[in-house]
């Protein structure tokens, strides 16, 4: 079962500003979490105590990684209940397939565990809200990793918006395009049953026999991870929400489906969605796979346009496209302002216990923008988010 038990000693620890901290990854895959925890290690004090997958060879690999650095090799776990029974673990990265996620933080924050939980948060309301509420009532750090918010130009546009800089922001949008979706790539890989526990896999979903194309390449299954607009779009909705302080859409219309990679995989290769805020502004967004071309993300007021598309360069900004006496002067720039690395942040924060960057609530926001725009795009109707009654609607 998971959510652990724990010991009072585990149960009570207090961690002093010279402790380290000992953290375990779930999920030792390619998504690079393990280096960021091993870049700010020393620095922050940190210790890798553990590496948990369910496939083996991400498991030593991980492991093996570690150990290159000189550091002593991290404890091998197979399933996070053995993360979690471990006094030595403080805190866990969780890095699994989207289905997985909401049922793993709440077990980890049950466990009285800190996390840092990959998007999205959650692929429906019925898994959201539980996680969101067993995090609140903890007294938990949880990071979710949006790590763009926390780029040093993303801090810069949130400062010069907050200025007055672009005016009033009326229009956003983002067109991210690639010529093959982004699972095919992990479809590839070779996986043999017996080097994974494919029931952990499931976990919740429906039992079936062993199927290598679905573990290996699982973002590419509605089931496990619903498409482009959960796996990509969380980036540039929870952007928004940083940059412009909006907390999620009102409505969302979203249309898409497979037009080009034809195949066994449920999950969309293109994908529109606009999403309407009550601050006043519309937010489009689009992936097309099958051409690199017109891939671009940028805000626009009233006074100009922010151009944001390489977000880890600084962004740029010009008066095109308005005419008004208060436009953005030719040349200008975006102030840069501080920021702290997303990983680092997350440490600094379980030391001094105050909310991180993008806490649970940002999670929130950025999951409900997911989810209405899938369930627009599966029920082929609008949808309306009553943030009261935190449930969505069609409307």
């Given at each position: 079962m998971l959510g652990a038990s724990l010991t009072a000693l585990q149960a009570t620890r207090a961690m002093g500003a010279n402790d380290r901290i000992g953290v375990s990854v779930i999920g030792c895959g390619t998504r690079g979490l393990l280096g960021e925890v091993l870049q700010f290690?020393?620095?922050?004090?940190?210790?890798v105590a553990g590496v948990c997958d369910i496939w083996k060879q991400h498991r030593e690999a991980a492991a093996a990684q570690?150990?290159?650095?000189?550091?002593?090799?991290?404890?091998?776990?197979?399933?996070?209940?053995?993360?979690?029974?471990?006094?030595?673990?403080?805190?866990?990265?969780?890095?699994?397939?989207?289905?997985?996620?909401?049922?793993?933080?709440?077990?980890?924050?049950?466990?009285?565990?800190?996390?840092?939980?990959?998007?999205?948060?959650?692929?429906?309301?019925?898994?959201?809200?539980?996680?969101?509420?067993?995090?609140?009532?903890?007294?938990?750090?949880?990071?979710?990793?949006?790590?763009?918010?926390?780029?040093?130009?993303?801090?810069?546009?949130?400062?010069?918006?907050?200025?007055?800089?672009?005016?009033?922001?009326?229009?956003?949008?983002?067109?991210r395009n690639a010529y093959s979706p982004y699972w095919e790539g992990y479809a590839r890989r070779k996986v043999a049953e017996a080097d994974v526990d494919w029931k952990a896999f499931l976990m919740s979903r429906k039992p079936r026999p062993w199927d290598a194309d679905q573990f290996a390449g699982w973002m590419g299954y509605h089931e496990f991870s619903l498409g482009p607009h959960s796996q990509l779009m969380p980036h540039f909705i929870d952007l928004i929400h940083f940059v412009t302080g909006a907390s999620y859409p009102e409505k969302v219309t979203a249309m898409g489906g497979t037009y080009r990679w034809k195949g066994p995989r449920t999950a969309p290769d293109s994908i529109e969605v606009?999403?309407?805020?009550?601050?006043?502004?519309?937010?489009?967004?689009?992936?097309?796979?099958?051409?690199?071309?017109?891939?671009?993300?940028?805000?626009?007021?009233?006074?100009?346009v922010m151009d944001a598309t390489r977000w880890s360069d600084p962004w740029l900004i010009s008066g095109e496209g308005v005419t008004d006496a208060d436009r953005i002067a030719p040349g200008a720039k975006i102030p840069e302002a501080p920021s702290t690395p997303h990983m680092k942040n997350w440490f600094d924060c379980m030391r001094s216990r105050k909310q991180p960057a993008a806490p649970i609530d940002a999670g929130y926001g950025h999951a409900v923008a997911c989810i209405m725009a899938d369930e627009s795009y599966t029920r082929g109707r609008r949808m309306v988010h009553d943030a009261e009654k935190r449930t969505i609607h069609e409307g």
């Open positions: 290690s020393k620095e922050s004090n940190v210790d570690v150990a290159k650095t000189g550091a002593p090799e991290p404890k091998k776990f197979v399933h996070i209940e053995e993360a979690l029974d471990s006094p030595a673990v403080d805190a866990v990265l969780i890095s699994t397939p989207d289905h997985q996620h909401c049922t793993l933080l709440t077990a980890a924050v049950q466990a009285k565990k800190d996390v840092y939980i990959e998007k999205p948060l959650a692929m429906n309301m019925e898994e959201l809200l539980p996680a969101v509420d067993a995090v609140k009532r903890s007294d938990r750090i949880v990071q979710c990793g949006t790590q763009v918010r926390s780029f040093a130009p993303s801090a810069a546009g949130r400062a010069f918006v907050g200025a007055g800089g672009l005016g009033t922001i009326f229009k956003i949008e983002q067109s606009l999403l309407e805020y009550k601050e006043g502004f519309l937010v489009r967004y689009n992936s097309t796979f099958g051409t690199n071309a017109n891939s671009f993300l940028k805000f626009f007021g009233t006074r100009g």
